[in-house]
């Protein structure tokens, strides 16, 4: 595993530009593909919340797989509970469920921050992509998005993405795999920790991370879901091997690849880069056509894929992808005579009209300081602005870059800085 996400995220201006860096080349190779972005709420319904996450998990033992979300009331009456977004698949689900009509597909995609408790149970956030199509059940929309992933892996420099696919199979190939395997964890219940037992009880298919070194932890032996897969099933996961082969797409099958969410059927993936000499999930993501119903009482057939944003970005940052951009050509606006308030800020108006970035110093200081400030922050150009030198219908203009300075008359302000823009542009 990657080093653990910050529990809260603080993005500072270093950070920023290297984030919006990430998410405009995400965003353009989405669009690429006609997909939509949605923006939802991080508050969620604690009960639709629920009724996703166990979905297909058998009574009470499903209670035990939404421990992992932070919930920010206590039950009250009949009043309904609020829950930070765990994930965002039964989101989208749950309010586009109106609009997506019989025969309908519908690409949407959404990112931004997801909370739930660590292993540990402490609180914690982490910034995730979600990328869904709803509406078929077609090899081809399953193909489309499992490519969309390596694809958006590939646009941010992880030429050596791999993926690891397996197939949960359908509803009805499922029945006596989890039979089989239930039977097989009441018999070697002494193998695992009681936390590891209930949560694979709940969940066969679950990641447990357990730490316990005296625990098996998952299911290394006993019944493989792929000894149960009916005949549709295989050769639906046969025809999605053969096109991710031809599309050049490394994959392996993996037949110990867990998922948290009991969601999932046929089709599972996830993204795998080797980071720092270990194999690292970075996001991952599967079939769920069985999902919607649960939720919204409307059959959507879907697929979709989940990115960890954290992860992507500390190997990005590791393997140095992050190339700062070009500096901007900037002007200091500095004042050293009181009462120039209302001239500093029609100059920067000015400025503002030509699509010139302007810093305006907030203090009187002397000029030395000014220009100290001035380089500081990147400027190409500042104007010096004294009280005599106003009433003689002048302005001083330093040329940083060069390291020149020369007074300019007022009116031709602006022409002066757009020479220097246009001259330093092309140097």
């Given at each position: 595993?990657?080093?653990?996400?910050?529990?809260?995220?603080?993005?500072?201006?270093?950070?920023?530009?290297k984030?919006?860096?990430?998410?405009e080349?995400?965003?353009?190779?989405?669009?690429?593909?006609?997909?939509q972005?949605?923006?939802?709420?991080v508050?969620?319904?604690?009960?639709?919340?629920?009724?996703g996450?166990?979905?297909?998990m058998?009574g009470?033992?499903?209670?035990?797989?939404?421990?992992?979300?932070?919930?920010l009331?206590?039950?009250?009456s009949?009043?309904?509970?609020l829950?930070l977004?765990?994930?965002?698949t039964?989101?989208?689900?749950?309010?586009?469920?109106?609009?997506?009509?019989p025969?309908?597909?519908?690409?949407?995609?959404?990112s931004?921050?997801?909370f739930?408790?660590?292993?540990?149970q402490?609180?914690?956030?982490?910034?995730?992509?979600?990328?869904?199509?709803?509406g078929s059940e077609?090899?081809?929309?399953?193909n489309e998005?499992?490519?969309?992933?390596?694809?958006?892996?590939?646009?941010?420099g992880?030429?050596?993405?791999r993926?690891?696919?397996?197939?949960?199979?359908?509803?009805?190939?499922?029945?006596?795999?989890?039979?089989?395997l239930r039977?097989?964890?009441?018999?070697h219940?002494?193998?695992y920790?009681?936390?590891?037992?209930?949560?694979?009880?709940?969940?066969?298919f679950?990641?447990t991370r357990?730490?316990?070194?005296?625990?098996?932890?998952?299911f290394?032996s006993?019944?493989?879901?792929?000894d149960?897969?009916?005949?549709?099933c295989?050769?639906?996961?046969?025809?999605?091997?053969?096109?991710?082969?031809?599309?050049?797409?490394?994959?392996?099958?993996?037949?110990?690849?867990?998922?948290?969410?009991?969601y999932?059927?046929?089709?599972?993936?996830?993204f795998?880069?080797?980071?720092k000499?270990?194999?690292?999930?970075v996001?991952?993501?599967?079939?769920?056509?069985?999902?919607?119903a649960?939720?919204?009482?409307?059959?959507?057939?879907?697929?979709?894929?989940?990115?960890?944003?954290?992860i992507?970005?500390?190997?990005m940052?590791?393997?140095?992808?992050?190339r700062?951009?070009?500096?901007d050509?900037k002007v200091?606006?500095?004042s050293?005579s009181?009462?120039?308030e209302?001239?500093t800020?029609?100059?920067a108006?000015?400025?503002?009209?030509?699509?010139i970035?302007?810093?305006?110093?907030?203090e009187i200081?002397?000029?030395?300081?000014?220009i100290?400030?001035?380089?500081?922050?990147a400027?190409s150009?500042?104007?010096?602005?004294?009280?005599?030198?106003?009433?003689?219908?002048?302005?001083?203009?330093?040329?940083?870059?060069?390291?020149?300075?020369?007074?300019?008359?007022?009116?031709?302000?602006?022409?002066?800085?757009?020479?220097?823009?246009?001259?330093?542009?092309?140097?």
């Amino acid at each position: 595993m990657a080093q653990e996400p910050k529990r809260f995220h603080e993005f500072m201006p270093d950070e920023v530009w290297k984030w919006k860096i990430l998410e405009e080349k995400m965003d353009k190779v989405l669009a690429l593909h006609d997909y939509q972005e949605i923006r939802l709420s991080v508050l969620q319904d604690y009960q639709v919340l629920h009724t996703g996450i166990t979905a297909l998990m058998q009574g009470a033992e499903a209670d035990y797989a939404v421990q992992a979300v932070l919930s920010l009331s206590s039950p009250e009456s009949n009043l309904s509970l609020l829950s930070l977004r765990p994930e965002g698949t039964i989101s989208v689900l749950h309010h586009t469920a109106r609009i997506i009509n019989p025969g309908e597909v519908h690409r949407f995609y959404y990112s931004g921050p997801m909370f739930r408790k660590a292993d540990t149970q402490q609180q914690m956030e982490f910034y995730q992509l979600g990328v869904e199509l709803l509406g078929s059940e077609s090899i081809l929309s399953e193909n489309e998005v499992i490519s969309l992933g390596m694809k958006v892996c590939h646009g941010l420099g992880l030429k050596d993405v791999r993926l690891d696919m397996n197939s949960y199979g359908c509803s009805q190939c499922r029945v006596a795999f989890f039979a089989d395997l239930r039977s097989y964890l009441e018999q070697h219940k002494d193998d695992y920790c009681k936390d590891c037992f209930r949560e694979l009880y709940a969940n066969p298919f679950s990641d447990t991370r357990c730490q316990d070194a005296e625990c098996k932890h998952s299911f290394t032996s006993g019944p493989q879901i792929s000894d149960y897969l009916c005949n549709t099933c295989k050769a639906n996961f046969s025809k999605v091997k053969k096109i991710q082969a031809n599309l050049g797409n490394s994959y392996k099958v993996n037949s110990h690849l867990y998922k948290n969410f009991a969601y999932y059927n046929e089709t599972v993936f996830d993204f795998v880069v080797n980071h720092k000499g270990r194999e690292i999930i970075v996001g991952g993501g599967g079939r769920y056509d069985y999902l919607s119903a649960q939720i919204t009482g409307k059959k959507i057939p879907a697929v979709g894929f989940y990115l960890n944003l954290d992860i992507l970005f500390e190997i990005m940052e590791s393997r140095g992808l992050f190339r700062a951009p070009e500096q901007d050509f900037k002007v200091y606006l500095c004042s050293e005579s009181e009462n120039l308030e209302m001239m500093t800020l029609q100059i920067a108006q000015e400025l503002h009209a030509q699509g010139i970035k302007t810093i305006l110093s907030p203090e009187i200081s002397t000029t030395a300081e000014e220009i100290k400030h001035a380089i500081h922050k990147a400027c190409s150009v500042m104007l010096i602005i004294r009280d005599d030198n106003i009433r003689e219908g002048k302005i001083l203009l330093r040329n940083l870059v060069k390291e020149h300075q020369d007074y300019v008359s007022l009116k031709d302000t602006l022409p002066a800085i757009l020479l220097a823009r246009k001259a330093l542009k092309h140097d």
